[in-house]
């Protein structure tokens, strides 16, 4: 019995000492607490931060407040700040497929845009940061759904008797030759269309055999007079 009470002594005086910890970090935590939201920490003093448009020059003293000055040119801060240095503004390089849809100021960023045939693949907080050329329909395909700066071209391949060169928004149909009449040269492919020429009439044919053998028939005529003369 009294090894239990003995152990149940011990245990109590642990638990004592464990709530006591706590209270003593807490208590320390409580001591170091950080700096409010519109301050910032140096050297273990809270000192006020800077507006958006400008950045540290002189940290505060316990006798004078941070020293701000605006950001220069292509820079910016946006946010209530204790940097030494603004942040360089983002360039909109137009080999990654961007242009500038909005240009820098002291206190925003540039926003991007993706260029004419591109969409964007790559987005932060509103600004394109990548993009990639719209997909071109090769011959014997259509543009099924057109590119958008947020979306790549949709392509689909143009079914038997109609054809494509690739820019078209859909397949045409091949040219009957003979409702034009005329005679077909060149069948029709999903990537060209049929190739027509002038039909040569039955009678322009006849009249010409008929031209040759009157033609022949008059030369032998000559030849045969000419000998008998």
């Not at 020059?57 to 204790?82: I, K, M, Q």
């Amino acid at each position: 019995m009294n090894t239990l009470t003995r152990t149940l002594k011990i245990v109590f005086s642990l638990q004592q000492m464990l709530i006591a910890a706590i209270i003593f970090l807490l208590n320390t935590e409580l001591c170091f607490c950080a700096c409010n939201q519109a301050e910032y920490e140096v050297n273990g003093e809270c000192c006020p931060m800077c507006a958006p448009g400008n950045h540290v020059y002189r940290h505060c003293t316990e006798l004078l407040t941070t020293t701000c000055v605006p950001c220069v040119d292509l820079t910016f801060t946006s946010v209530h700040n204790g940097l030494l240095n603004c942040l360089s503004c983002a360039v909109c390089d137009p080999e990654h497929g961007l242009r500038v849809k909005a240009a820098c100021t002291r206190i925003s960023d540039t926003m991007c845009e993706p260029l004419e045939e591109f969409y964007c693949i790559n987005n932060d907080k509103g600004s394109c940061t990548q993009a990639e050329e719209h997909t071109k329909c090769s011959p014997g395909q259509y543009i099924k759904q057109k590119g958008t700066a947020q979306k790549d071209a949709e392509c689909a391949e143009c079914k038997d008797g109609t054809y494509s060169d690739g820019s078209l928004g859909m397949c045409k149909q091949h040219t009957k030759c003979e409702d034009l009449g005329l005679r077909e040269i060149k069948p029709g492919t999903t990537m060209s269309d049929a190739e027509c020429g002038k039909k040569i009439q039955v009678a322009l044919i006849a009249g010409i055999i008929v031209f040759i053998v009157v033609g022949l028939a008059l030369v032998m005529f000559c030849k045969c007079f000419l000998m008998h003369r």
